[in-house]
């Protein structure tokens, strides 16, 4: 998997990230949430699956490919 780094909203490039992939998904980098609360309303969490926190403006840069590729 090749990853292209999209964008981050934290100072000096660390998490969180987001990332595209060359297999049409995305990656990101975030806080493992470890919340015993939140991990509860959590479903169908797979083993090897893994959840993490992002502020919502991350998203911004997570825009559709306009190069029709």
């Known amino acids: 998997m090749k990853l292209r780094f999209l964008g981050s909203t934290s100072d000096g490039g660390a998490c969180p990230t987001l990332y595209e992939t060359d297999r049409g998904t995305f990656v990101v980098q975030g806080d493992e949430v470890t919340d015993p609360e939140a991990l509860a309303e959590?479903?169908?969490?797979?083993?090897?699956?893994?959840v993490v926190e992002i502020p919502k403006e991350l998203l911004r840069f997570a825009k559709p490919d306009e190069s029709g590729a």
């Open 42 to 50: 959590l479903r169908n969490v797979l083993p090897g699956e893994s």
